[in-house]
């Protein structure tokens, strides 16, 4: 037999191009990751579980419901405070009756809802507009369902909103706005560039995208993906898109207990505007019917007592340190050809090298950094496939989530011997 | 704007027929609901969950990698122990080799599972062989992925083998054969018909199936969903399909710790043949990058420790004894002319009426049921969209998994009156 029994799905799904970098961090025991997305070890809110979940499963009374099936939506406690959260993130700029329970739907992690978005939005062939670069699991979706991508040129203060518009009249001159669904926006210390999009480009890419619908013959959505927006340890927040769709309809908004709280919990959320929140509904109901309970009363339970907020504190700090022993590092021994922006929040530090040195998988500087015990993600796949704008080929993704102090300080110094051994300088 | 940006599969995913009645539910406080798929709460594992709670957060040695992320394939650990627990579930019939960790992934509920097993395996316009009835929940994400399901009669002990076979020849006859994927069974104690399928019944199965697969050009894989297979409580266990899998390569396997543990941490698992296997991994890396480690490391604990064993002991004589209230209250209060089999296992009896009598959510019994404060869930509901055969409407599902045993006793009683007053005898 030749065929598979695999559908067009499968097939177009590859594993994602992180695995195999696991992969040569397990075999290289010595090998300091600079590539991983964990967190930060120590800080998990180990105490505040343990306590959490004693007082969750101290009587039948708490206990049964959290051991229990919920609905499909989500815990109707969980999603007020939810709501309540964003509010108050959002402060003066929150608009009166925003974030709602009802609009709010609590999913296995922000990534199983940036799954049934898509799922619920776009067709095989449609186009989805993404950041260059874009997180790399998002674009695994996008190839995984057929989804053509275009990328956004990036600016110090996020979308290059010229090359936004003369994409969208590219699309128009080519008829191809009937198949544009939406416009996905990492929009806080975005994975992988550390960029943070101002209100005011968020606010211009919404009126933007409005003034295409009408060719569209649809809505095109503004997909906010705030997963590191609490991450933040320089600056103030900046009021999220909600605050500016003047609409109320045009903006969804994702964001995660994941990065803020604990990752081994899996459990995120979104707002979203009708249709889009029926539709996420009715499918995840053939997901799952429903995130695990035991897990949603335990964070409503920690964003209640305050442990949730003293959380946040505690990364906060630990991450602003990590990020300055990471750059410091990364000063003292990268060469001046190398640049960076100082993250003001998130887990990532997006280095671009000289034009001609390329950090892919292939290049020199690749096998140098493995040789030297260290490991970073290569740049090029973090870009979507758009045959519009060659890939860039000499960037880099560094982490400061999971390695300890030490290994970031090590890890750079490798780096910088690598560099060195190629002849970069 | 008249268009909506929402996918095909969002247009062609409809509410869950149950989700209504789940609204009725809620909207008559009195109402004794026969109709919920929800378990048991008394017996839910409060204590042992608190205790194996503490004991995983005491140290940070096995708390940290509780809260932090896992492997997409799920943690190692628990795979092994769900390994050795279907070896010893299949006792002497287990061949040597089966159910390694490593062809087993961990899933958010064996819903996901069953999910994304269909992504995988089926295009737009492919067939799924279900059982008549079947479990509407897979009904829905078939209907969600626009496929045909043929449904295949069902016996005592399982598939209508000579039904099978004829499906299969008009399948053949029709060159559709390229189109079928997969036969999907739910075979200890099914949703809803309570139905358990012999050993024999599965290996002649899957024997069928193979002897098509060279004109079908692709395999064509038996799915079997055993998520109630521990909650037995009559008889003796039947071994899986995986142990007269002579190609080891056909067999999927989905089952849960979810019926037989607590529904609120949805948590499932499959053992799945290579390249199945593959497409899912990579599916799930998409959907999650893997189930919320917290609850797997929570599991692997129950596992370990016996509380699991414990707690599939505790429910197996809780379910004996609401069934025996259930089907002594349905003795007691309904007319002769309906009739079940005695449950020896699951959640459900599945009752049939005399032919005339419709019990869909559009008759006079229906609305008689819920005058007098009684739902369940109506037979029609169960069944695939397949106009080869009529859809029968005199069924229903009774779940004793949730009610009170008084509310069991008093159900019983409230159907036999609404029964009387539609004139059924």
Redesign the interface.
Known sequence: ??????????QR????PI?WLMQAALQQPKLISLAA???D??T???HA??VL??RL??A?RT????????TTAGDPILRELIGQHLREQDGAAAKPRACAADDIVVT??S??LL?ILT?????TG?IVLVEDPSYF?YL??MQ?HGLVGRGIRMEHDGLDLAHLESVLEGLRARRQL?RL?LLYLVSYFSNPAGTTTSLQKKAAALRLLRRY??EA?????LLEDAAYRELRFAGADIPSALTVDSTDRRVIYTSTF?KPF??????GYGVLPD??RD?VL??K???????????QQLLSQAMASGAYAEQVRTLQQRYAKKARVLTSALRRHLPPSVTWQTPAGGLYVWARLPQHVRTDAKSRLFKAALQNDVLYVPGDLCYATDTARKVPRHEMRLSFGSASLADLAEGAARLGRALQSIGCK
């Open positions: 037999m030749k065929r598979t029994a695999l559908s067009q799905l499968a799904t590859t594993a994602p695995s997305g964990f967190t070890n120590p998990l809110p180990v579980a343990r979940t004693q499963l101290r039948p206990a049964q419901p959290a051991l229990q099936y919920g296995h992690g990534q199983q799954y799922e619920v939005l776009c067709d449609d699991v695994g979706i995984s009937p669904k619908e009408r013959g649809h809505p095109i959505y994941s604990a990752t081994g919990l899996r459990v249709p889009v539709a009715r499918v109901g053939n997901h799952d019917f429903g995130t695990a309970n035991f897990l």
